[in-house]
Every structure is written in structure tokens, then in C-alpha cells.
């Protein structure tokens, strides 16, 4: 079946350090997004990125469609990034909109 | 305010018995999503609905039912619960994914089945 592979499952960073988290998508793709999980467990959207670059603020996120991957960069990481970051893909073939999950990246930034 | 509410945020339930998660949107959706999550597992897709009287298995979708009685109105229905099903569960609305539109999450049901 479609899968989302994230790596890495787990991340610890010095604050002010960058991190790149990577997607990988099993089938094609109709779109995909980021999405953060703070600590408490609310799920929020960061970037709705089906192909391209996207940056807001200190987060760029680019999606090569042909290879079926999404990075995510965050620069100069802060304490309050920590939390799990989710990659999705619109894995439906009818008109539904199936939204198949990675696993996360834990991200824990250090003071 | 665009939204998706769930009820209970918490729940205890014993073996045996029926649990019924409820979430409610108020943002016009479509399709409407219950997933369930779990330490190494990620989020998982357990069933899915395009609209009201619709209902489609997602990925993992045995021992669980749902209902979708109106475009509001998702609940995902544990009809013998078992402490496999102990998770936390989270209710989704969206549509169509644009850069003006993003799948709006509930804030999670903690269920433990004792």
C-alpha cells in the first residue's frame, strides 16, 4: 500500500542549530504537506507543498515530484520548535482526499 | 472561527464495552477523517467520509465502525471495546488541498480501555 517514509525519526539540536527532515513518498503523489505536532498533541499545517519551494519564516520546504520526496529545513532551530513534525500525502485515486501520515520526526531543540 | 471539535477529550472504558468518539466541524467540509495514534505508528487512517450518509475504511478500520448523520457530524463507534483500541484518537475536516486550505485537526481523545 502507499507509504510515507520520514527520516529521521528522532532529532536532539543545540538551539540555533539547522535541521533537515526528510519525506519519502512509496507511489506518485497527488500533493503533500507539513504538518507540526506540538508537545500537548494539537496537529497544525505549516506548508501545503505539492512540487517547489515554499519558506515561511525559518522554514523552507521543497518537493521534487519526479522523485517523490519533500524536504523540511529549519534554520536556526529554537526551543520552541521542539515537537514532531509530519509529512502527508494526498494518497487518493477517487475524489476523496485519503491523507496518508508519516511517522514524525521528534525534534528536541537544547538550550 | 473555522473549527473541529471532539468529544470526550478523555475517556476510561472497560473491555467489552461500546465507546462512541464524537467530532463535530464547523468549516463546510466535505470529508471528514478519524485517525488514531500511537507511539511508533504515527497517525493512521481508520475511516474516512466525503459527505453526509457516507462512510469508507481507511487502513486499519477492523473493530471500529463510523457514522457520518449530517456534513457536521463524524463519530467513530468502538462497539466491543477492547486495550488494543487504547490510543489517542483524532477527528479531521478538509477538502481540497490549496495553499489557502489545510485539513483542520481536532485537539485528540485520550481513550484507555481497562
Known amino acids: 500500500g502507499q507509504q510515507v517514509q520520514q527520516s529521521p525519526a528522532s532529532l536532539v539540536l543545540q538551539e540555533g542549530e539547522n535541521a533537515e527532515l526528510q519525506c519519502n513518498f512509496s507511489t506518485s503523489l497527488n500533493s503533500m504537506q507539513w504538518f507540526y505536532q506540538r508537545p500537548e498533541g494539537s496537529l497544525v499545517s505549516l506548508f501545503y507543498?505539492?512540487?517547489g519551494t515554499k519558506q515561511s519564516g525559518r522554514l523552507t520546504s521543497t518537493t521534487v515530484i519526479k522523485e517523490r520526496r519533500s524536504s523540511l529545513h529549519i534554520s536556526s532551530s529554537q526551543i520552541t520548535d521542539s515537537g514532531t513534525y509530519l509529512c502527508?500525502?494526498?494518497?487518493?485515486?477517487?475524489?476523496?482526499?485519503?491523507?496518508?501520515f508519516g511517522k514524525g520526526t521528534h525534534l528536541h531543540v537544547l538550550p | 472561527e473555522a473549527a473541529v471539535t471532539q468529544s470526550p477529550r478523555n475517556k476510561v472504558a472497560v473491555t467489552g464495552g461500546k465507546v462512541t468518539l464524537s467530532c463535530n466541524q464547523t468549516n463546510n467540509h466535505n470529508n471528514m477523517y478519524w485517525y488514531r495514534q500511537d507511539t511508533g505508528h504515527g497517525l493512521r487512517l481508520i475511516h474516512y467520509s466525503y459527505g453526509a450518509g457516507s462512510t469508507e475504511k481507511g487502513d486499519i478500520p477492523d473493530g471500529y465502525k463510523a457514522s457520518r448523520p449530517s456534513q457536521e457530524n463524524f463519530s467513530l463507534i468502538l462497539e466491543l471495546a477492547t486495550p488494543s483500541q487504547t490510543s489517542v484518537y483524532f477527528c479531521?475536516?478538509?477538502?481540497?488541498?490549496?495553499?489557502?486550505?489545510?485539513?483542520?485537526f481536532g485537539e485528540g481523545t485520550r481513550l484507555s480501555v481497562l
Open positions: 502527508a500525502m494526498d494518497g487518493s485515486d477517487t475524489n476523496a482526499y485519503k491523507v496518508i
Open positions: 507543498n505539492p512540487s
Open positions: 479531521a475536516s478538509g477538502d481540497a488541498w490549496t495553499d489557502n486550505q489545510a485539513p483542520l
